[in-house]
């Protein structure tokens, strides 16, 4: 799945697929229509356990869904300080190599 959007016309764009409306979808996940209209307009954060209940729904990967909600987050925090966005963007890559290896260690 290739992911351009924000994660909630991400949402939006697969119920759309399927030909389903709020409501079915809503109750599918035992969540209120209102809350599934505010996470396709990026008005609230989905939860780990929405991201996967919606993954199971449609059959696609969480994984997919997941990078799609972190990297909102991420873009919304360096939009903040657009001047240093690609430089900011390039230490947090660097930060979670080091992680990495200092995990392995």
Known sequence: MKIEKTFGET??????EK???LREVAESL?????MLGKIEKNNRKP???FINK????????DKDLTIAFLSDTVAYQVLEEEDYASEVLKVAEQKV???KTQKNS
């Open 11 to 16: 949402v939006k764009k697969i119920r759309e």
């Open 19 to 21: 030909n389903l409306t």
């Open 30 to 34: 035992c969540i209120d229509t209102s």
């Open 47 to 49: 939860t780990k356990a």
């Open 54 to 61: 919606f993954a199971k729904l449609f059959k696609v990967d």
């Open 97 to 99: 190599k080091y992680s």
